[in-house]
């Protein structure tokens, strides 16, 4: 199983971008997939979760802001983000717990990360 995620680069403060995050090998199903995101010198963190439902939380930080979807379909989850902002800028990464086969156990999977760059 392999994450591959795309869709960052650099914008100027108050722009938008989306990120995609494409799952693909051998998956039967996929329960949750979230968007974290790493700035220099600090944690990884949190941005965003959606599960299997459609249910989604936010970070305090991208509340309002930003905007998690999941294409099932597709094994695809999206990140919008719009109202960029300089403390935005990250490495973000898509992660996945996946389900290979039926009743067998959920592995975890990251992304390779893609860099966001909002300037001022």
């Known amino acids: 199983v392999q994450l591959q995620a795309s869709g960052g680069g650099l914008v100027q403060a108050g722009g938008s971008l989306r990120l995609s995050c494409a799952a693909s090998?051998?998956?039967?199903?996929?329960?949750?997939m979230d968007w974290y995101r790493q700035a220099p010198g600090k944690q990884r963190e949190l941005v965003a979760r959606i599960r299997s439902d459609g249910s989604t939380n936010y970070s305090d930080s991208a509340k309002g802001r930003f905007t998690i979807s999941r294409d099932n379909a597709k094994n695809t989850v999206y990140l919008q983000m719009n109202g960029l902002k300089p403390e935005d800028t990250a490495v973000y990464y898509c992660?996945?717990?996946?389900?290979?086969?039926?009743?067998?156990?959920?592995?975890?999977?990251w992304g390779q990360g893609t860099e966001v760059t909002v300037s001022s």
């Open positions: 090998g051998s998956i039967f199903s996929i329960t949750i």
């Open positions: 992660n996945a717990e996946i389900l290979k086969v039926v009743g067998g156990p959920y592995y975890d999977y």
